[in-house]
């Protein structure tokens, strides 16, 4: 089986909020300046992060989840990545044992060293303890080194280094700054469209990263070619479809928009926000996003509305998640109680709540097969329409309904396509039958 040599690290944690992101992002951000070609992925379902990465490092950012993906999908993506790149660096997620596929598994499947990122800001010596259990709690696994994160001192980072058990390098630390915190909100970390002086942080914490540790490339990970090969179904040439991205929905993985183009779709990128009309389109995409935060430009914006509204009466397949179902509902009310009304294509009110709605990996057996995905919402939802499935825990945890009329399919699910070539052909394809849509 064909291999590829490229230098990696997974960038873990004890616990989410450690600064993970922070840290993966200062050294793709150096690297890059160093003229090397860094690949960035980021594991577990999450948009957010990935946004910022691609700005660090200049390059698209893909995921790498064993459970949504498959290991086979997954072992292409770093083979495909290592063939050009200097460096891979895998940002985790959450803690380093955490989910129902955690980072370890990654980590330990593919041989990637890791580096951990300690918050060191209230602790000394009891770093090292922690480092040696995050080490140990299970086998196989090599801990490249170690970043602290939070540091208060140049003295404060010296008990920390000295703290470490032998073997495990002290890879240098970031202190407390402001000027280098990434902000945060309900669904996580700012868009990084948002964030008028992105780069200016993202130099910074990559030059106090370097002046503050000895930065070097890890040894190189030998990555293996999958066994199987995929072939793509072009069964979506000629299709057109239009997918709306701006600030209120930008919640979509790069694999499904990968994915429909190696099947033949054309996509159309459309602002539901500011464009007057859908684009000519055979099918639509709305996916997640913060429509709670622009309500009022949405409900404002009435020929667009007008434009989704005659595109969904038409019977013409429709893809919605998470946000994108909310703004086809009548109406959504934000957490200060101020509501106003969308496209009411899909029966039913809305409400933002101060706390999870939902969180999880989820799958639901569709006619064609069975579609992973995730849950990730801080809203509730009365929905007067009959639910055709449910997308189901893998172990535990509250189910989400789907909700299908004709070609409508709308959930609070974000689906993952990048393995699905049947789900991409069964929803937006648009002579496919309603029977095999849900």
């Known amino acids: 089986m064909p291999t590829r040599s490229c230098p990696a690290l997974l960038i873990s944690a004890p616990a989410s909020h450690s600064g993970k992101t922070t840290v993966t992002a200062a050294l793709a951000r150096y690297w890059t300046k160093q003229g090397k070609q860094v690949r960035v992925f980021k594991t577990g379902?999450?948009?957010l992060d990935p946004m910022l990465l691609e700005r660090a490092s200049g390059l698209p950012v893909h995921q790498l989840d064993l459970w949504m993906m498959g290991e086979d999908n997954c072992r292409r993506r770093l083979a495909e990545a290592a063939q050009e790149a200097d460096l891979i660096l895998i940002e985790g997620v959450m803690g380093l044992y955490d989910g129902h596929t955690s980072s370890a598994d990654i980590a330990r499947l593919f041989a990637i060293p890791l580096l951990l990122v300690i918050d060191g800001s209230a602790m000394a010596q009891t770093f090292g303890a922690l480092v040696?259990?995050?080490?140990?709690?299970?086998?196989d696994l090599q801990v490249f080194g170690v970043v602290a994160n939070r540091v208060n001192s140049a003295g404060h980072a010296r008990y920390l280094q000295h703290s470490l058990p032998e073997g495990i390098h002290f890879c240098g630390y970031l202190p407390s700054n402001e000027a280098i915190t990434l902000p945060?909100?309900?669904l996580g970390l700012v868009q990084a469209a948002e964030l008028s002086d992105l780069d200016a942080r993202l130099d910074?914490?990559?030059?106090?990263?370097?002046?503050h540790g000895a930065l070097q490339l890890p040894p190189p990970c030998e990555f293996s070619d999958p066994i199987s090969h995929k072939v793509w179904d072009e069964g979506l040439n000629g299709v057109t479809i239009a997918v709306a991205r701006d600030a209120a929905f930008s919640f979509i993985y790069r694999d499904n928009l990968q994915t429909l183009q190696q099947m033949g779709a054309q996509l159309s990128f459309f602002s539901p926000l500011s464009d007057a009309a859908l684009p000519e389109a055979d099918a639509l995409y709305l996916p997640g996003g913060y429509p709670e935060l622009y309500l009022d430009a949405l409900a404002d914006n009435q020929t667009m509305l007008q434009s989704i509204r005659a595109h969904v009466r038409a019977d013409k397949?429709?893809?919605?998640?998470?946000?994108?179902?909310l703004y086809l509902l009548n109406g959504l009310t934000d957490q200060a109680g101020h509501r106003r009304e969308l496209l009411g294509v899909l029966p039913g009110e809305a409400l933002m709540e101060p706390h999870l709605g939902g969180l999880g990996v989820l799958s639901a057996p569709f006619p064609f097969g069975e579609v992973r995905g995730h849950t990730f919402h801080f809203s509730s939802s009365q929905i007067?329409?009959?639910a055709t499935l449910e997308a189901a825990h893998p172990v535990h945890g509250k189910p989400e309904p789907i909700y299908q009329q004709g070609r409508l399919l709308a959930s609070y699910v974000h689906w993952y396509l990048g393995e699905q070539p049947e789900a991409c052909l069964a929803w937006f394809k648009p002579t496919c039958s309603d029977d095999v849509v849900a």
Do not use: K
């Open 317 to 325: 397949p429709t893809v919605a998640e998470c946000g994108g179902m």
């Open 45 to 47: 379902p999450d948009f």
């Open 204 to 211: 910074l914490a990559a030059e106090q990263l370097a002046s």
């Open 132 to 139: 040696y259990g995050l080490a140990h709690y299970q086998p």
């Open 384 to 386: 007067r329409a009959e």
């Open 184 to 186: 945060e909100r309900h």
